[in-house]
Structure formats: structure tokens, C-alpha cells
């Protein structure tokens, strides 16, 4: 469980979704009301010793001396909010960012990224709280990012990164890695088709298709679970 935790984080570091920065959780399979995540430090250096148990107020367990990272409210309060979340990845992958910063929502490009038709939400830290940090370092944070979201799959955050949640831990990864290759596709089609209204999946073929994903994701992480050395 903890080595799986550790990969899924050298896995979305291999795949550019995070940098020094960003973290994924996964809901505690045994103990609903907790979940872990790694202790605060690049995800590409997370090793299984790093994961952290964190009750659903984000209070860690079992840290000892380690430091927990800042924006660990994100993953408590949608576990809390979400019962049908089991895995949560928070990046500011760079692809994503612009589409939080200007009025042009995210569309579900092609098939792998079907998860995104249902809509894509943005939530601006600044609506209730106004001039910050722009990080969601407390429950309020949490709670007003996770109303934003919904009972969607992603939610953006102006002028910071996204969330990408999923049922599973392979669910999760799989959507945070399409939603940055959805963005760049999406920068591409602009482009080549001069700002043109694009062909994107309509909800229906989004639910459609998302269902086909299931499997995907499953391929997906066994290929990327492979290169993971620790
Ligand atoms: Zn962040």
C-alpha cells in the first residue's frame, strides 16, 4: 500500500505532472475515515518510509519529526466530502495553468480524457478570501475548493494548479496525467485552428468513453509501475 502511494508519486513526476511540488493520496484502504500521503519532500524522491497517515482533518498520525505539507487540507476535506473518491493528485502542471487564468474552459480533447466532459470548474481562492498566499493551507480552504469541485473530477485553481481525483489510486494518476496531455492538446487545436470552436467529447460520449478509461488506467499504471525504481 505504501509502496504503491510512493510509485504513484515518482510515476506523476515522471509523466510532468509535479516537480519539487504537488502531492498524491490515496484514501486508507482498511480505515475510511484516514488517508496516506507522503511526507512533505519532492514527490520524485518519495520512498514507501516517507508515507504519512493522516485522519480526515489532516492531522498526521504517525509523522514523528517529519513535516507535512501545506496544502493537505485539499486531500481531508474532499475525502470527506466525497465518499466515492478514493485518490486524490494535487499539481500545478504548466499546460493546465492558463486555462484557470483566463475565461477559455477545458474541454475533453479526445478519448483518454473523457473524465473531463462533465465540465471543468475553476476555483479562484480570492472569491471568499480574498488577497492570499494562493495555497489551500487550511480546512476553510478545503471546504470552499471542494464546493467549487463538486461531484466533478477535476477542478482548477486560478493562478496555481488543479485536482484530479478518481475511485482508485490508478483512477486518480491516470486522470491527473491526461488532464495536463488534454491541456496541451487543447493549446495545439487552438492554435491550429485559429481560436475555432473545437470538436470536444459532449457529456455523453464523455460518460461514454470515461467507462472505457476504467481498463486504460489499469494498463496505464502497470506500465508506469514498472519503471519505478526505488
Ligand atoms: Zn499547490
Redesign the pocket.
Known amino acids: 500500500m505504501r509502496e504503491d502511494v510512493a510509485a504513484a508519486a515518482r510515476i506523476l513526476a515522471a509523466q510532468g505532472v509535479v516537480d519539487a ?3 498524491v493520496s490515496m484514501r486508507h484502504p482498511a480505515r475510511k475515515d484516514r488517508y496516506l500521503m507522503a511526507c512533505a519532500k519532492a514527490p520524485a524522491l518519495v520512498r514507501p518510509e516517507d508515507i504519512v497517515e493522516y485522519d480526515l482533518d489532516s492531522n498526521a498520525l504517525d509523522a514523528g519529526s517529519r513535516a507535512s505539507f ?2 493537505r487540507f ?1 486531500h481531508g476535506e474532499i475525502y470527506k466530502a466525497r465518499g466515492d473518491v478514493g485518490a486524490v493528485v ?3 502542471s504548466p499546460s493546465v495553468v492558463p486555462f484557470g487564468l483566463v475565461d477559455a474552459p477545458m474541454q475533453a480533447m479526445f478519448h483518454n480524457a473523457a473524465f473531463l466532459a462533465a465540465g471543468v470548474p475553476v476555483f479562484d481562492i480570492r472569491e471568499k478570501f480574498g488577497a492570499t498566499d ?3 493551507g487550511n480546512t476553510a480552504k478545503g471546504v470552499a475548493l471542494t464546493e467549487v469541485m463538486g461531484r466533478r473530477d477535476v477542478v482548477l ?1 486560478r493562478a ?2 488543479s485536482v484530479a481525483c478518481g475511485p482508485s489510486l490508478q483512477a486518480a494518476v491516470f486522470r491527473a496525467v491526461y488532464t495536463e496531455v488534454n491541456a496541451r492538446i487543447q493549446h495545439w487545436t487552438n492554435a491550429l485552428g485559429h481560436g475555432a470552436r473545437p470538436a470536444a467529447l459532449d457529456s455523453e460520449e464523455g460518460r461514454l468513453a470515461d467507462a472505457v478509461n476504467e481498463k486504460a488506467a489499469l494498463r496505464a499504471w502497470d506500465l508506469w509501475r514498472s519503471q519505478v525504481r526505488f
Do not use: K
Open positions: 511540488f504537488g502531492h501545506l496544502e485539499i494535487h499539481s500545478h494562493m495555497l489551500v485553481m496555481h494548479g
